[in-house]
């Protein structure tokens, strides 16, 4: 059945190193968001992305993070220089216009990448 | 400051016992899911609401939207085990038509249900 794949799924790495996460989104899904799970701050928006465009960014340190969607089959985000704030759980999610423009729009989720920064 | 408020935050009761769940915000939604996540998961999507006052049933879940679109709640009857999980709801604050990417989650309940 179609899902939403993320690599790696656990990411150990030293504070100042890069990390790379990718996404596979699912085939024809045209919106593809990436979000930060943590305990204090739950689950927040990082970026989206419609037809590959990113709309919105908002919600990432634009010093040291990067997303991208090179085609239409991967996502990337980049942490470079990474830091210890910056271990959390990273979800892709992916989803498509309903048809007629429905309000109900579902987001599909990745299983995420566990991310930890020494 | 959390636009969607989770009340509580962790739940540990008895299978077949029954439990509600809460979403509050000041804001008004133009529609509200509900996801639940398991450990090592990401969340999956449960139901959408998108009429003030509406009502949902999902086999033992029961989802409500207020009238005012500004809160929703879950109940579940009868609990099981194999609803233990993370209850996230997430509130879409733009119009009908807008953009898919203003979902604001809320931090979660902790559903522990023992057998």
């Known amino acids: 059945d179609a899902r939403v794949t993320q690599t790696p799924r656990d990411k150990v790495t030293e504070m100042g190193q890069e990390v790379t996460m990718r996404c596979q989104p699912i085939?024809?899904?045209?919106?593809v968001f990436w979000y930060r799970q943590t305990m204090m701050q739950g689950l927040e928006l990082l970026a989206y992305?419609?037809?590959?465009?990113?709309?919105?960014d908002s919600g990432m340190p634009k010093d040291r993070f990067s997303a991208e969607m090179p085609d239409a089959t991967l996502a990337t985000l980049k942490i470079q220089p990474s830091e210890p704030r910056d271990s959390a759980v990273y979800f892709c999610?992916?989803?498509?216009?309903?048809?007629?423009?429905?309000?109900?729009?579902?987001?599909?989720f990745g299983p995420g990448t566990r991310l930890t920064v020494l | 400051t959390q636009l969607l408020e989770q009340s509580p935050q962790f739940l540990s009761i008895q299978e077949g016992e029954n439990l509600t769940v809460y979403c509050n915000s000041s804001?008004?939604?133009?529609?509200l899911q509900w996801y639940r996540q398991e450990p090592g998961e990401g969340p999956v999507l449960l139901v959408t609401?998108?009429?003030?006052?509406e009502v949902k049933k999902l086999k033992r879940l029961t989802f409500q939207f207020g009238d005012a679109r500004k809160d929703s709640s879950l109940h579940i009857t009868a609990a099981q085990p194999g609803d233990t999980g993370l209850y996230l709801c997430?509130?879409?604050?733009?119009?009908?038509?807008?953009?898919?990417?203003?979902?604001?989650f809320g931090k979660g309940t902790k559903l522990s249900v023992k057998p």
């Open positions: 609401v998108v009429t003030g006052g």
């Open positions: 804001s008004v939604f133009s529609s």
């Open positions: 992305f419609r037809n590959r465009a990113p709309l919105d």
């Open positions: 999610a992916s989803g498509s216009r309903l048809a007629g423009g429905s309000k109900s729009d579902e987001q599909f």
């Open positions: 997430a509130g879409n604050r733009q119009r009908y038509g807008g953009s898919q990417g203003n979902l604001i």
């Open positions: 085939l024809g899904h045209n919106t």
